[in-house]
């Protein structure tokens, strides 16, 4: 029993931790807090659905065109409704107001588009999980682990190593040492967001394989991004991971020990007080 | 303000727009958008079929029927609005809808005050109906529904325990308990129950803590879209007591979503029609239906075809005086409807018995198990 | 005619909560998303004092109220010591929590289930029956919510708080507590929101948790922002439009069933456009 749990801890961590990853470099290096990386989520599952069914497309490359078409979507997005606000060095609420109008727009176009009904991404057949350990895990869960465990170690290498990767993690430290040291801010920028938006993307696809998709996935999406980004420290992308894999065996665990129905406020609960704890920054690692 | 009149003169042109014609309108109400819209659909594919239908035939005298739908969003908020406007802009004498009880609460007294047919569905809020008249409820009780699961379940599976798992929104609520009050009184053991929140996707951790107890059958209050995905990770945890579920199964869609996973699954819902009207109107139902949309009606377009049915049955029988209109739909005797056939209690409840039935590849199979309201 | 009637008294709801949170956000730069949590703890303080305890309206007015007001007291005491971001996340997660609450606490609010029955409001024994007349009382609330709120934000306590938004660290020097002007402004913008949840909940006669959710809270934060912040006649320009908007595309002849979504469309667009183009809403004062 324990052991399932754990299971079911850690694929939705995995998940929870992709959002948050891109949740977190938005807001450590933008100093934005996206309001739409909710969107990004649902757009990417979206296109899975399109690449995948409506096209014929095999898994892989579905979601491979899926990233990359969030991501040119979401780099446009980012054009139209950020970057003036930007160019104006506008405080950072007005971004996230205009997040909310491209969270709603967003969302109203693809229920235009596709309906409001739940579309499914799965061809097979339903079959039994493999057992392991005394918990049951599908072969569908152990992809989403490897690709969750895969990115998450490429992208902390990119960070670390590329002349891209170190800048963003300068101007998650400091907005304006960017200028500084010559690195052109724009496409910084632009680089932040079509990550940010690729991951979300990516956990989209992923879910989509599982739970299939319907026009309001992106809520919850964003509610685990925000507070698993938090409580791991913001722009702390390790932390980001952390805080991700933590919700998720917070809600798990907490839906083992109480009613399933408080999940919600479980997680915003916790949110609260780590807040009011700390009252810093970061949180569990340090910053 | 040039706002304000640009607002104000569109207002007055749609106003005006929206008055002109002639037609006999009937109002409706439905969730187009937010959770349950695609029960709005299929909901709104039912009801527009049997307007298509009656203008084929004639109309009444001559007179075309026209369905004026809003969306109600399945909020009371945005239902009291759209409720409004049809009763005091378009003026219609029946308005259909309230599907969700959130919407059904607060708009059938409005309706009722303003002399309005309000002919709900679907809805299963005990305290939807009183007297007073223009209030009818066209929907299987769930007192009846729940005896109807328990008693099969001990009666024909021969089920000594069970576990729940239901939403928590008003129908589960309510549905679960009377569900554990029927199998409890038919001498079943009751050993947990759990929920989820409306519109989840993963009952992994509900399951496996149900699973612990053993029991041989699972109740469940799901719409077919959460009971796809419960399905489905019931079958990679390995578990497989006897399901049974509530009318929102009772959707062909459920057959794409859950796969082979549904098979085997129980549901209770409103009886198959039993008089030979009744079964006549619903062959007849299924196959205009296949023919105008390609697809199967689910539960939600039954019910909406039988509701816009008796309204146009109703206007065509004394006109389009709501009060009239309310005499006549509370006088009806086993109308033929496609859900079963239909009289109405003195506070305005549908007599409907409920028929257990059960999903087995791809096809809904009749199991002959009826409980009548008694 | 009722429809009118009906528009009128939701803008005036709205206008009261847009009015309340304007005090927070625009006089005290408190960024507040969870307004709906209060608008909600009013509205189920009074259903729950006229259909179980049987108050009469003009005591349960203030009593809700009260109710909302105290737990903004309790709530923003600590909550308040939280800056920017973490601040508008924290009445976020207070909007999530208070609708758990609604749909979970059921011996108190009945969950899912909702409360219904809540009756017509009665004062000196004329029952607002008829929809004109309740319009008249939610407007009278409107009036007194505003004289109230620009009584206090033409005061010096709203100078203070003024000088709170511009520069806080600057006031705490000139020796005021910050933490208790923002408290008072909490409580009272937390008080007139319940005032608005209770005058739903006599109008709509039936609540259920589905009416405050946490979209409402954004909802409220939008038309602050498009009538302009700062400004109580852009809050209250903001209101009346955004509520009446969806109500008046009803009427442009689109489809059922894409109406709905073209709305959001429509919303979603305007308020990217608005705060790009136009950030100072239609009204308001503050700069970018």
Redesign the interface.
């Known amino acids: 029993m324990l052991s399932q749990i754990f299971v079911n801890s850690i694929v939705a961590g995995a998940v929870y931790a992709l959002l948050a990853f891109g949740f977190t470099i938005t807001y450590g290096t933008l100093n934005f807090?996206n309001m739409a990386h909710g969107v990004a989520f649902t757009v990417g599952a979206y296109l899975c659905y399109v690449f995948r069914i409506l096209l014929g497309l095999d898994l892989p490359w579905a979601t491979v065109l899926a990233v990359f078409g969030t991501s040119l979507i979401m780099v446009a997005v980012d054009l139209?409704?950020y970057d003036?606000?930007r160019a104006?060095r506008?405080?950072?609420?007005?971004m996230?107001?205009?997040s909310?109008?491209?969270?709603?727009?967003?969302?109203?176009?693809i229920?235009?588009i596709f309906g409001s009904d739940t579309l499914s991404l799965r061809t097979g057949e339903v079959r039994p999980g493999i057992a392991v350990l005394g918990a049951i895990i599908t072969e569908t869960q152990i992809v989403i682990l490897i690709v969750s465990v895969i990115l998450v170690a490429l992208l902390t290498l990119y960070l670390k190593m590329t002349r891209m990767g170190k800048a963003l993690r300068a101007m998650a430290n400091d907005p304006e040492i960017g200028v500084i040291i010559g690195i052109e801010p724009r496409l910084t920028y632009m680089t932040t967001f079509a990550l940010a938006s690729g991951l979300a993307a990516v956990a989209g696809c992923l879910v989509a394989f599982e739970t299939d998709v319907y026009p309001t996935m992106g809520h919850s999406a964003l509610?685990k991004s925000?507070v698993a980004s938090?409580m791991g420290g913001v722009g702390n992308v390790g932390g980001a991971v952390f805080g991700g894999l933590f919700l998720a065996a917070a809600e798990n665990f907490g839906v083992w020990k109480l009613?399933s129905?408080?999940q919600?406020?479980i997680?915003?609960?916790l949110?609260?007080l780590f807040?009011?704890a700390q009252?810093s920054k970061s949180m569990l690692l340090g910053k | 303000m040039k706002?304000s009149t640009i607002?104000a003169s569109?207002?007055a042109i749609?106003?005006a727009?929206?008055q002109a014609s002639a037609d006999i309108k009937i109002g409706m109400t439905?969730p187009?958008?937010g959770y349950a819209a695609s029960y709005?659909?299929d909901a709104?594919r039912g009801a527009e079929l049997a307007i298509d239908q009656a203008n084929a035939a004639g109309g009444a005298k001559g007179e075309k029927f026209q369905l004026l739908?809003?969306?109600d969003?399945?909020?009371?908020?945005?239902g009291?609005?759209?409720t409004?406007?049809l009763?005091?802009?378009d003026k219609v004498p029946v308005i259909i809808g309230g599907m969700m009880?959130?919407v059904a609460?607060?708009a059938s007294?409005l309706a009722r005050s303003?002399k309005v047919v309000y002919l709900s569905t679907m809805s299963s809020?005990p305290?939807l109906t009183s007297p007073g008249g223009f209030i009818y409820r066209l929907a299987g009780s769930d007192a009846v529904i729940g005896v109807a699961e328990a008693q099969f379940m001990i009666e024909v599976l021969k089920s000594k325990t069970a576990v729940g798992l239901f939403a928590?929104?008003?129908y589960?609520?309510?549905n679960s308990k009377l569900v554990r009050e029927a199998y409890e009184k038919a001498g079943g053991k009751w050993l947990a129950a759990d929920q989820f929140k409306q519109g989840a996707t993963d009952f992994r951790t509900q399951l496996v803590k149900l699973k612990e107890q053993n029991a041989d059958t699972l109740f469940i209050v799901a719409t077919h879209k959460e009971a796809a995905q419960l399905f489905r990770q019931m079958v990679e945890l390995n578990w497989r007591p006897h399901v049974m579920g509530t009318s929102f199964l009772d959707d062909p869609s459920i057959f794409d979503l859950a796969g082979d996973a549904a098979n085997g699954v129980y549901f209770a819902t409103s009886a198959a029609p039993s008089t030979p009207e009744s079964k006549k109107a619903r062959a007849d139902f299924e196959a205009a239906f296949k023919t105008k949309y390609g697809k199967d009606p689910g539960i939600t377009a039954r019910y909406f075809f039988d509701a816009t049915r008796l309204a146009i049955d109703a206007i065509k029988a004394v006109g389009t005086d709501s009060a009239a209109i309310d005499k006549w739909i509370g006088a009806v005797k086993n109308y033929p409807g496609v859900t079963s056939p239909v009289s109405f209690t003195a506070i305005g409840d549908a007599i409907i018995p409920a028929t257990i039935k059960k999903i087995e590849n791809k096809k809904f199979v009749e199991t002959g198990f009826t409980r009548n309201p008694n | 005619?009722?429809?009118v009637f009906?528009l009128v008294i939701?803008s005036g709801i709205y206008m009261i909560l847009a009015l309340s949170l304007n005090l927070l956000i625009g006089y005290a730069g408190l960024?507040s998303v969870g307004h709906g949590a209060f608008y909600g703890i009013g509205a189920y303080a009074a259903a729950i004092l006229s259909t179980r305890y049987g108050l009469p309206f003009w005591l349960e007015i203030f009593a809700a109220s009260a109710v909302a007001g105290l737990v903004g007291y309790v709530l923003g005491r600590?909550?308040l010591?939280?800056r920017?971001?973490?601040l508008?996340?924290?009445t976020?997660?207070?909007a999530?929590?208070a609708?758990?609450?609604f749909?979970?606490w059921?011996d108190l609010t009945r969950?899912?289930?909702?409360i219904?029955?809540i009756p017509k409001v009665t004062i000196f024994a004329f029952a607002l029956e008829p929809l004109w007349s309740y319009a008249v009382l939610v407007m009278a609330c409107v009036a007194i919510t505003l004289l109230f709120l620009w009584r206090m934000t033409h005061s010096p306590f709203g100078k203070v708080l003024e000088a709170i938004r511009e520069d806080d660290v600057a006031a705490l020097a000139i020796g005021k507590n910050i933490t208790r002007f923002k408290v008072v402004a909490f409580v009272t913008s937390s008080c007139f929101a319940g005032l608005a949840g209770v005058l739903y909940a006599h109008y709509?006669?039936?609540?259920?948790p589905?009416?405050f959710v946490t979209a409402e809270s954004?909802l409220v934060?939008?038309m602050v922002?498009f009538g302009g912040m700062g400004s109580n006649l852009g809050s209250m320009v903001g209101a009346a439009?955004l509520v009446?908007l969806?109500?008046?595309l009803?009427?442009?002849?689109l489809p059922?069933?894409?109406?709905?979504?073209?709305?959001?469309?429509i919303?979603?667009?305007?308020?990217?456009?608005v705060?790009?183009w136009r950030?100072q809403g239609l009204l308001g004062r503050a700069r970018?």
Do not use: C
């Open positions: 807090f139209l409704a003036r606000l104006r506008a405080p950072s609420w007005a996230v107001v205009s909310i109008g491209v969270a709603i727009f967003i969302e109203a176009v229920s235009l509610l925000i938090i009613s129905s408080w919600d406020g997680a915003l609960t949110l609260l807040m009011l009252r | 706002l607002f569109a207002f749609a106003l727009a929206s439905l187009l958008t709005g659909e709104k739908v809003e969306d969003a399945g909020a009371g908020k945005t009291v609005a759209a409004q406007k009763v005091s802009i009880s959130s609460l607060p007294p303003s809020h305290e928590t929104t008003d589960g609520t309510i | 005619m009722d429809i009906h939701m960024f600590p909550i010591r939280l920017g971001d973490h508008a996340l924290a976020f997660g207070l999530v929590i609708f758990s609450i749909t979970n059921s969950g899912p289930l909702g219904r029955g709509a006669t039936y609540i259920d589905s009416a954004f934060f939008s922002i439009v009446s969806p109500e008046l009803r009427f442009v002849g059922g069933n894409i109406a709905a979504q073209m709305r959001d469309v919303y979603g667009a305007l308020i990217v456009i705060i790009n950030p970018l």
